[in-house]
């Protein structure tokens, strides 16, 4: 089945050690998201890809920051976590230009301690 | 600024009656909007969405109707059953984006009581 697949589940990492997040997709998409959902909050999206093309939004914090090797995959980096960055991180695609469904992963729940 | 607000944080419904998940947005320019439905340590998955040229879409028991002029959507269930107990999240898309860029409500915990 085509999907797109989130490694780790779960990670937890220390205060200030840098984590990266994993996102692989088999849907072909031109479009990768990230985003940051926090507990009872709507997800709020970070930045996206549409294929090499890098799409920060603008009240994303530097720390956070993305890649893209490939159409396959996508990388959350986040280089100093605080506490504040504990959520749960979700990757989605989408084909591309125009309104999109997008398809979600089941996302990384990243814990800081 | 929140832009699409659904303001009930939860809704209680017996199975078999009709669910109604409301969602309000406040910018004009949004033109695409989707419901996901999200079960816990899951991902949203796509329920069914709708183009601001249209007032209604159905999908089997689930239909959404839009009303522009009022900037609101609705999603109704019916009938609802006790596999529908999730999290529902609306999200909308500007027509500027050419990269579907959304915005997600907080969500509406639904639970159907069997």
């Known amino acids: 089945d085509a999907m797109v697949i989130q490694n780790p589940r779960y990670q937890v990492t220390q205060f200030g050690k840098p984590v990266t997040l994993s996102c692989s997709q088999t849907?072909?998409?031109?479009?990768m998201y990230w985003y940051q959902q926090k507990s009872s909050q709507a997800p709020k999206l970070l930045f996206h890809?549409?294929?090499?093309?890098?799409?920060n939004e603008a009240d994303t914090p530097d720390n956070f920051q993305s890649r893209r090797p490939n159409t396959s995959f996508c990388f959350l980096d986040i280089r100093s976590p605080g506490l504040g960055d504990a959520a749960m991180y979700l990757c989605?695609?989408?084909?591309?230009?125009?309104?999109?469904?997008?398809?979600f992963g089941p996302g990384t729940r990243l814990l800081v301690l | 600024d929140q832009q699409v607000k659904q303001n009930s944080p939860s809704l209680s419904v017996q199975e078999g009656r009709i669910s109604i998940l409301n969602c309000d947005y406040t910018?004009?320019?949004?033109?695409?909007f989707l419901w996901y439905k999200k079960y816990p340590a899951e991902g949203p998955t796509f329920l069914i969405s709708?183009?601001?040229?249209?007032d209604k879409n159905e999908d089997g028991r689930f239909t959404v109707f839009l009303n522009k002029s009022a900037k609101h959507l609705s999603l109704h269930i019916v009938p609802s059953q006790p596999g529908d107990s999730a999290v529902y999240f609306c999200?909308?898309?500007?027509?500027?984006?050419?990269?579907?860029?959304?915005?997600f409500g907080q969500g509406t915990t639904l639970q159907v009581k069997p």
């Open positions: 989605a695609t989408s084909r591309g230009q125009g309104p999109q469904t997008q398809y």
């Open positions: 849907l072909n998409h031109n479009v």
């Open positions: 890809y549409y294929d090499k093309d890098f799409n």
């Open positions: 910018n004009s320019m949004f033109d695409y």
């Open positions: 709708i183009s601001s040229i249209k």
């Open positions: 999200a909308a898309s500007p027509h500027s984006s050419n990269t579907g860029k959304l915005i």
